[in-house]
C-alpha cells in the first residue's frame, strides 16, 4: 500500500515529483540499461498461432509455481492469449537472436509464419506451443489480468516446463541481444 503524500517526507515527494517529467523516449534509453532475459511469448495453437519477443517476464512465486508477463494490449498475442487463455514462455539462449529477431517483428513475418519450423514446437499441458530449443519452455494458464495503461500485465500458473540444460542464456542490454558469458 502506497503511504498517502501527507505522511510522506519532504524528500520523498520531491523525488517522486521528478519524475512525473520523465519522456517516453528518455524513459526507453534508460531502461537499455536492465539487461532482461529474452523470451519470446507464445498463444494459440496450429493455424491460429502468434509470438513476440519480450522481456518483461519474471517469477511471481515458486509454491505454487506463477510468474508474470506484461504484453502491450496492441500486440498481437495479447487477444489470443486473452482468447485461450493460455501462453507460452519460451526463454531463449544465446544462439537463438535471429529468432528473438523474427518474433520481434525485425524480419517481416507475422503470426502464425513465425513457427515455420515445426518440427521445433511442441505442446504441453494447455497446447501452446512451446520452443523446443529453448532454454526453459513454461507453459502457463492465465489467471489473472492486469491493465495498466498501455499493457497488461498478465499472471500465469505453471502447469507444465520444458527444461534444457548447459546453454548460454540471451540477453537484451544496450538496445541489443548478446549472450551472457559464463561464471568462472
Known amino acids: ?5 501527507s505522511q510522506l517526507s519532504t524528500a520523498a515527494r520531491t523525488a517522486g515529483a521528478l519524475h512525473h517529467g520523465v519522456d517516453p523516449a528518455s524513459y526507453r534509453a534508460a531502461m537499455r540499461h ?4 529474452v523470451t519470446i511469448l507464445s498463444a494459440g ?5 502468434t509470438g513476440m519477443t519480450a522481456t518483461s517476464v519474471c517469477s511471481l512465486s515458486d509454491t505454487p509455481p506463477r510468474l508474470i508477463a506484461c504484453v502491450n ?14 501462453f507460452g514462455v519460451n526463454m531463449l539462449h544465446a544462439d537463438q537472436a535471429e529468432l528473438a529477431n ?3 517483428g525485425r524480419r517481416g513475418i507475422e503470426r502464425d509464419d513465425r513457427f ?22 513454461l507453459d502457463c ?10 499493457h497488461s500485465i498478465f499472471v500465469g500458473a505453471v502447469r507444465a516446463m520444458h527444461l534444457r540444460e548447459g546453454e548460454t542464456p540471451l540477453i537484451y542490454f544496450g538496445g541489443a541481444f548478446c549472450g551472457l558469458a559464463r561464471r568462472a
Open 1 to 5: 500500500m502506497i503511504a498517502p503524500s
Open 34 to 37: 536492465h539487461a532482461g532475459a
Open 45 to 49: 495453437g496450429p493455424g491460429d498461432r
Open 73 to 86: 494490449r496492441s500486440a498481437s498475442a495479447h487477444g489470443l492469449i486473452r482468447r485461450t487463455a493460455a
Open 102 to 104: 523474427v518474433f520481434a
Open 116 to 137: 515455420s519450423d515445426a518440427d521445433g514446437w511442441l505442446s504441453l499441458a494447455t497446447g501452446t506451443p512451446i520452443l523446443k530449443g529453448a532454454l526453459i519452455g
Open 141 to 150: 494458464e492465465l489467471i489473472d489480468e492486469h491493465a495498466h495503461d498501455t
